[in-house]
């Protein structure tokens, strides 16, 4: 996450994951959204769900999802 610029915006919820690649449904069952697969840039560390805004941050012992 070094030198990276945050968003303007805090994001509504936030997870810690171990893994560069990541699904999100809105976890809401019928009321989320459509499921999508989010890759995590290495460079940056973290990723915004487009639909959710929900926030993944790489953990700092991830591996790279292959």
């Known amino acids: 996450m070094h030198g990276a610029t945050r968003p ?14 990541v699904a999100c449904d809105g976890g809401q069952g019928a009321l989320g959204h459509p499921r999508v697969w ?6 940056v560390g973290w990723i915004d769900c487009p639909y959710c805004d929900k926030r993944y941050i790489l953990a700092a012992d991830a591996a790279e999802a292959h």
Not at 8 to 21: G, I, K, L
Not at 38 to 43: E, G, T, V
């Open 38 to 43: 989010l890759s995590i840039p290495l460079d």
């Open 8 to 21: 303007v915006h805090d994001a509504p919820e936030t997870e810690v994951v171990h893994t560069t690649r």
